[in-house]
């Protein structure tokens, strides 16, 4: 069983940067494949990007490749979302979601593990 809590969430303006946290609680964290979704409202949650369990590989949505960075820090079992460069179109509530896994994932159907979200807003 993995509990996770999301933090980090606010408002910040185009072209500014968050940094979200995810802390987990259990023993299994490091054997746990982490990814970010994320929903705006009227639309499905979609994928944002993963790490694997190790942390030495990670996937990313087309639309943040570049802007988004996912790590992890086993010792503190915490995985992290820095995003720089915001869009009005970032703007949604992100979740993070575990599994015990070997694989990122990229669909909601896997993950057995799911955070409350945290409100992310961009404002032009």
């Known amino acids: 069983q993995v509990q996770l809590v999301e933090s980090g969430g606010g408002r910040v303006q185009t072209g500014g940067s968050l940094r979200l946290s995810c802390a987990a609680s259990?023993?299994?964290?490091?054997?746990?494949?982490m990814a970010w979704f994320r929903q705006a409202p009227g639309k499905e949650r979609e994928f944002v990007g993963g790490i694997s369990r190790s942390g030495g590989t990670t996937t990313y949505a087309d639309s943040v490749k570049g802007r988004f960075t996912v790590s992890r820090d086993n010792a503190k079992n915490t995985v992290y979302l820095q995003m720089n460069s915001l869009k009005p179109e970032d703007t949604a509530v992100y979740y993070c979601a575990a599994d015990e896994t070997t694989v990122i994932y990229t669909t909601t159907l896997p993950y057995a593990y799911w955070g409350q979200g945290t409100q992310v807003t961009v404002s032009s």
């Open positions: 259990g023993r299994t964290f490091s054997s746990c494949v």
